[in-house]
T-cell receptor, first 113, second 114 residues
Framework: GDSVTQMEGPVTLSEEAFLTINCTYT??????LFWYVQYPGEGLQLLLK?????DKGSNKGFEATYRKETTSFHLEKGSVQVSDSAVYFC????????????FGTGTRLQVTL | DAGVTQSPTHLIKTRGQQVTLRCSPK?????VSWYQQALGQGPQFIFQ???????QRGNFPDRFSGHQFPNYSSELNVNALLLGDSALYLC?????????????FGPGTRLTVL
């Protein structure tokens, strides 16, 4: 079945540091890939997405590239801010139209001054 | 646009009781999915509703049931509550016409079972 594996947290960085959160997946066919962010006490917000191999999703300085050869979708940001502190979830949707999302366990990011 | 709304925000129940959670989808969306997020875990898919029918179901027992109304809003019902049902329940809405399945999440209902 479908599965998503992400690096365990927490990840603690100083402001302006470079961020990488690793995500790999197992799925049938050609899934769509997503990163969601969850701020304390809130629901999930879509951060970025990629729908086919070699696509790069980007938003708010975050980027992730859909790598089919390595089944990966690593999240990166060149310079993190304190306001980026949250839990980040990698997810996939394997059967296209309005299909269920399969999530990783989440990675908590803590950014300090 | 109000986005996805859920009610109530918090709920406390005791073992064996039944609970109903409610969700209103984002304007223009026709599909509602429910997820259970245990503390420190990623959300787990419960089921999805479209045209008032259950379209997909995850690995959850029959104690979990749902309904979708003609206005696309939805309810999640859980019977015979167990301590392990304590979690954040998230509703997500989407449009079946969206090929890439962009789902929009509500703020969730925090259920505590004592």
């Amino acid at each position: 079945g479908d599965s998503v594996t992400q690096m365990e947290g927490p990840v603690t960085l100083s402001e302006e540091a470079f961020l990488t959160i690793n995500c790999t997946y197992t799925a049938t066919g050609y899934p769509s890939l997503f990163w969601y962010v969850q701020y304390p006490g809130e629901g999930l917000q879509l951060l970025l997405k990629a729908t086919k191999a070699d696509d790069k999703g980007s938003n708010k300085g975050f980027e992730a590239t859909y790598r089919k050869e390595t089944t990966s979708f690593h999240l990166e940001k060149g310079s993190v801010q304190v306001s980026d502190s949250a839990v980040y979830f990698c997810a996939l949707s394997s059967t296209g139209t309005a299909s269920k999302l399969t999530f990783g366990t989440g990675t908590r990011l803590q950014v300090t001054l | 646009d109000a986005g996805v709304t859920q009610s109530p925000t918090h709920l406390i129940k005791t073992r064996g009781q039944q609970v109903t959670l409610r969700c209103s989808p984002k304007s223009g969306h026709d599909t509602v999915s429910w997820y259970q997020q245990a503390l420190g875990q990623g959300p787990q898919f419960i089921f999805q509703y479209y045209e008032e029918e259950e379209r997909q179901r995850g690995n959850f027992p029959d104690r979990f049931s749902g309904h979708q109304f003609p206005n696309y809003s939805s309810e999640l019902n859980v019977n015979a509550l167990l301590l392990g049902d304590s979690a954040l329940y998230l509703c997500a809405s989407s449009s079946l016409a969206d090929t890439y399945n962009e789902q929009f999440f509500g703020p969730g209902t925090r259920l505590t079972v004592l």
